[in-house]
């Protein structure tokens, strides 16, 4: 009996972390620290408006003793990153269009808290029924400070963006000439038994990596002549290294479950460099 509230407890956590959680707002700006020569336009914070994203504390089931430091980690690891989130905001004024904020912060931001999330799942799961749809809680926005909502929510890891066709991990993708292009070192090169049952969710992954690195060399190009020296890196490559390491501990995670062992050195793949 306890066993079965336990699995329906799991199964309301997407409906609690919706509509119950709280919001939390991270690295809050003093009055005027966000205001921009025209007022403040799409996808430029005002004044007040700092980050704002769902808490996913109140959205987990009961956390078994042996799982507790490690979510505890990882929640404070959540806060860290809505604080950093808010300070390159802050930093960061003046730079880019007017999807800046969306593109360079909210959608990275999306991407760190989806690791996160699949992270307390998986440390959850090791030692109690593994709980389902924390990773909705990921999109962040935009807040004024009496709570109104000013940016849509950034799209989690994985999701496509649309664009061209993709094309394989590590490849460069299309690009004009002279433009610096993304180089990634190849993942499925080192995956070199995958079991059966965990063939489609891999090559899902698989697709995803590609994907990411398509979307990544179409931002250098749509970015051209913004931001600093270091913009690349911190806007682009930075960003993409978050996305690729939630797809390969996806990875791992489902080659556990089938069975197979995760490859040593499987997670230092994440970075990417450019070709120049």
């Known amino acids: 009996m306890s066993r079965a509230r336990g699995k329906n407890r799991k199964y309301r956590i997407l409906a609690l972390g ?18 921009g020569e025209d007022g403040g336009t799409a996808g430029r914070p005002t004044a007040a408006q700092v980050i704002s994203c769902p808490s996913a504390e109140g959205s987990l089931p009961q956390v078994p003793e042996q799982a507790r430091a490690e979510v505890d980690r990882e929640l404070a690891a959540l806060e860290q990153q809505i604080t950093e989130a808010n300070e390159r905001i802050v930093n960061t004024q003046g730079q880019g269009g007017p999807n800046f904020v969306q593109n360079a912060i909210l959608g990275p931001l999306a991407d760190k808290r989806t690791a996160a999330l699949n992270r ?14 924390l990773e909705a809680l990921a999109g962040c926005t935009l807040a004024d400070g009496a709570g109104g909502t ?3 929510p950034a799209a989690g890891a994985g999701e496509a963006e649309g664009g061209p066709a993709e094309p394989a991990d590590g490849a460069e993708g299309a690009a004009p000439a002279g433009v610096a292009t993304v180089a990634c070192p190849d993942v499925g090169g080192q995956l070199a038994a995958v079991p ?3 063939q489609a969710q891999v090559d899902r992954e698989l697709a995803a990596l590609e994907q990411q690195i398509t979307e990544a060399n179409e931002r250098i190009v749509n970015t051209q002549g913004q931001g ?3 913009f690349v890196q911190n ?3 930075g960003p993409l290294d978050d996305k690729r390491a939630a797809v390969l501990d996806r990875i791992g995670q489902a080659l556990e479950r089938a069975g197979g062992n995760r ?3 499987l997670d230092a793949l994440s970075t990417c460099g450019l070709n120049e």
Do not use: H, W, Y
């Open 150 to 152: 000013a940016q849509a």
């Open 228 to 230: 600093g020296p270091n």
């Open 120 to 133: 307390i799942e998986t440390a959850i799961g090791r030692f109690a029924d593994k709980p389902d749809g």
């Open 18 to 35: 919706v509509a119950g959680a709280a919001v939390v707002a991270g690295g809050v700006a003093t009055s005027g620290a966000f205001a």
């Open 263 to 265: 490859p040593a050195g």
């Open 196 to 198: 059966g049952g965990a």
């Open 235 to 237: 806007a682009i490559l």
